[in-house]
């Protein structure tokens, strides 16, 4: 900046530990006009608009959110956009057509999809970083293949030979005293597995958060292994007791409906299990299972989510002077998600768009910004094209992992 | 602030230097003629609409201008600014559909009829197109990957029905394939095999049929088997298996397309809608299949007796399912099917 500059907007004293609110303005009627034209539009160009539907829709959810009196803005095109879509389609294609009838081939194909995946990730989170905007500025990722492959290959190859050695381990110990290898294999499984999914959890989220910038300013997280430990531990707490408590009710409310009259049926006459009363009971009963497991998979999922966006955001930091937070409460985005999905089901899908936003509104709420946002030393530093075929890939195969 | 003199507004906002986030307070005059002017501090800098890069309209969602020397400006009555934009630059097209009424209701309704038309006819239909545009080659190479995999997996083992009746059925076979020479589709060949399941019979995409050995069991003289031989004729009439391989493969773009959407709803949900449709494509082809037998059967009997015979036993030794989890539908639904369009009682 030169010296011919005007003054820039001083932020007051005492402003350095201000908390900035992040709000969303979107709406939903608002937002279905959006979503319904890029489905028709969709359909009748025959998908290729899908590429344009997806920037007007990042768009949308970009530019409704405001952080201190400024919105975010998405800046990848279409084009960038379709040639990435194109190639993710022909991908999937050849997957799906191949795991049909050469399940080898198709697990070859996955594999070196696994072997490129450090690849794909940190190209995926150069483009994301490099097409959102905020005030002038982009955000960008650095990171070397070399980190990314430690990260995202090596640590979790780590943890899965660790797991294996407890198991062979187990085994071995079986052949002396089943009684102790049995013992030895709840903490394995109940102690060893969360500690190891953490560490390898925390290694993702640090190396994302610290190779993360803001024009020319760095972001940086000091996150501890054991922080995330005791997360997975009490999530997986959590999902136990929660699978008893509910499977206990559901279990009460099928025997009180008169359910388990078809169940005592197929107990009592398992030689004869053609009885239709036995197995459509039985199924009634599978059917239950399965959407119990459904809200215990959501609930668990909200609980880990939100506890960890907590903590990764309290240790974010911009340069040391700008402070993130989130305050999400599991129970609370617990019941998002699952009112979420009840609406689009009863609605067939069409209130798709209410819950995009309510989502979209719950994650702003959650979410503040500490410190002086004057952003005076901030610079832009892109200035290179980027193409968004790693980006569309990774969504393709659903490798996306998330952060915030 | 908005203020209205003889024919020029200002706007007052906030003005960023290029690659910069240092806010900056602004004023800006709009002309009528589409000229513009922003003074931020000492700065002043003129320009046209035209010459300026506007953040496309979408919603509701505050525009910025950003001048040709990277100085952009938003203002703080964001819905002035949009107003002025409005009214000297035509919108797309597609800005104007998202907020209009009668387009919105008119694309809720192509959607849903779409939507139906595709999950009822679309999929199948163009999965059938193209199963039948595929060189023979690849059937044939999908048929015996099937069968080896099979027979390596411990499914199949040799079977143990008699030579002769096996060359009865062949020529059977043979009998049958000559009715529908020259459709199209590959050239049947009767294999036997044995497995553990209940009786069963198969077609795999290259023409091959296998008949288990309980199957022959199961039937009383060969016209029963025929009907049965005649249903997986009916398949590879169809092209069912291809059909259901590319089926499948349109599923899982689909569903990854629809999955990676934001809205944070979990994908069980999508993965168990599309096993629930290929489950009712499923059902539909043997549905078919079950018509092309009944058809033939009557052809050349002049009864479908046989037919109903055999599936009456079939369906006296299945295990009920509910039909929505299973990949061919009830039996006694498929033999009441039959009779009904052949004016049975």
């Not at chain 1, 290959?153 to 085994?171: D, S």
């Not at chain 2, 950003?66 to 800005?95: C, M, P, V, Y």
């Not at chain 2, 944070?264 to 949900?269: E, H, Q």
Request: charged share 15%; proline share 3%.
């Amino acid at each position: 900046m030169d010296q011919t500059s005007p003054t820039p907007i001083a932020a007051p004293q005492g402003e350095n530990t201000k908390q900035h609110a992040v709000r969303f303005h979107g709406r939903g009627a608002e937002y279905f006009g959006i979503w319904i034209v890029n489905i028709l539009l969709t359909i009748i160009t025959l998908g290729i608009y899908s590429a344009w539907a997806k920037v007007r829709t990042k768009r949308y959810f970009y530019g409704n959110t405001e952080l201190d009196e400024n919105r975010f803005d998405y800046l990848a095109t279409p084009v960038q956009i379709l040639i990435g879509r194109i190639i993710a389609v022909v991908l999937v294609s050849l997957w799906a057509w191949m795991s049909s009838f050469e399940p080898l081939a198709a697990t070859l194909l996955l594999v070196a999809l696994g072997l490129v995946f450090p690849v794909l990730m940190v190209r995926n989170l150069r483009f994301d970083m490099r097409m959102t905007r905020y005030r002038n500025i982009r955000f960008n990722f650095v990171a070397s293949y070399k980190e990314a492959y430690k990260v995202f290959l090596l640590k979790p190859a780590m943890a899965y030979l660790a797991m294996l050695l407890g198991i062979v381990l187990l085994v071995l110990i079986s052949k002396v005293s089943s009684v102790l290898a049995g013992l030895l294999s709840l903490p394995l499984l109940f102690i060893g597995g969360p500690v190891l999914f953490a560490w390898v959890n925390k290694h993702f989220s640090q190396f994302i958060v610290q190779h993360t910038y803001y024009g020319n300013q760095r972001f940086d997280a000091q996150l501890d292994t054991r922080k995330f430990a005791s997360v997975s531990l009490k999530t997986l707490f959590c999902g136990v007791l929660a699978f008893l408590v509910l499977s206990i009710v559901l279990v009460l409310i099928a025997w009180a409906g008169g359910m388990m009259s078809g169940l005592a049926e197929l107990s009592s006459s398992l030689d004869q299990s053609t009885s239709p009363k036995a197995a459509s009971g039985f199924i009634s009963v599978l059917v239950l299972a399965w959407f119990v497991m459904i809200v215990v998979g959501f609930y668990v999922h909200a609980y880990y989510f939100a506890h960890i966006r907590n903590y990764v955001f309290s240790q974010t930091r911009l340069e040391q002077t700008i402070q993130l937070r989130s305050a999400m409460t599991p129970m609370g985005f617990a019941m998002l998600i699952i009112t979420n999905l009840l609406m689009v089901i009863c609605s067939l899908g069409l209130a798709r768009p209410w819950a995009a936003v309510r989502y979209n509104r719950y994650l702003s709420d959650a979410t503040a910004v500490e410190g002086d946002l004057s952003l005076a030393a901030a610079q832009d530093t892109n200035d290179e094209q980027s193409s968004a075929i790693a980006d569309e890939v990774t969504q393709a195969f659903d490798l996306d992992i998330g952060i915030i | 602030m908005l203020q209205h003199s003889a024919a020029q507004e200002t706007l007052s906002g906030v003005a960023l230097p290029p690659a910069s986030a240092l806010r900056h307070k602004a004023e800006v005059r709009l002309f009528p003629n589409g000229e513009l002017v922003c003074a931020a501090g000492e700065q002043r800098f003129a320009a046209h609409i035209h010459e300026l890069r506007i953040s496309e309209a979408l919603g509701n969602i505050p525009r910025s201008v950003e001048f040709a020397n990277g100085w952009s400006f938003t203002a703080d009555n964001q819905a002035a600014l949009n107003e002025w934009l409005k009214k000297h630059r035509t919108e797309g097209w597609i800005s104007r559909l998202e907020s209009n009424r009668k387009a919105i209701v008119l694309a809720v309704l192509v959607t849903l009829i779409f939507g139906y038309w595709m999950l009822n006819d679309g999929i199948p239909a163009i999965s059938h197109s193209i199963a039948k545009a595929l060189p023979e080659s690849v059937g044939r190479y999908v048929g015996e990957k099937t069968l080896a995999l099979l027979d390596d997996g411990a499914y199949f083992s040799e079977s143990e029905v008699a030579e002769d009746r096996r060359v009865k059925l062949k020529a059977l076979m043979s009998e049958i394939a000559m009715e529908h020479a020259g459709s199209g589709n590959p050239e049947p060949n009767l294999i036997f095999r044995q497995w553990q399941g209940q009786p069963n019979a198969f077609a795999l995409a290259d023409g091959t049929i296998i008949l288990t050995d309980s199957m022959v069991g199961l039937a009383e003289d060969d016209s029963e088997l025929e009907s049965v031989l005649r249903h997986e004729m009916g398949h590879l009439y169809y092209h069912d298996v291809m059909t259901q391989l590319v089926q499948a493969s349109i599923m899982s773009i689909l569903v990854a397309y629809l999955v990676g959407d934001i809205a944070g709803v979990g994908d069980l949900l999508a993965s168990t809608a599309a096993l629930g449709i290929s489950m009712g494509y499923s059902r539909q082809a043997e549905i078919r299949a079950d018509e092309f037998a009944a058809k033939g059967m009557h052809r050349r009997h002049g009864t479908i007796e046989g037919m109903l015979r055999i599936y009456e036993r079939f369906s006296a030794i299945q295990p009920d399912v509910a039909s929505w989890l299973s990949s061919h539908p009830d039996t006694r639904h498929r033999v009441e099917h039959i009779k009904a369009l052949h004016g049975q009682p």
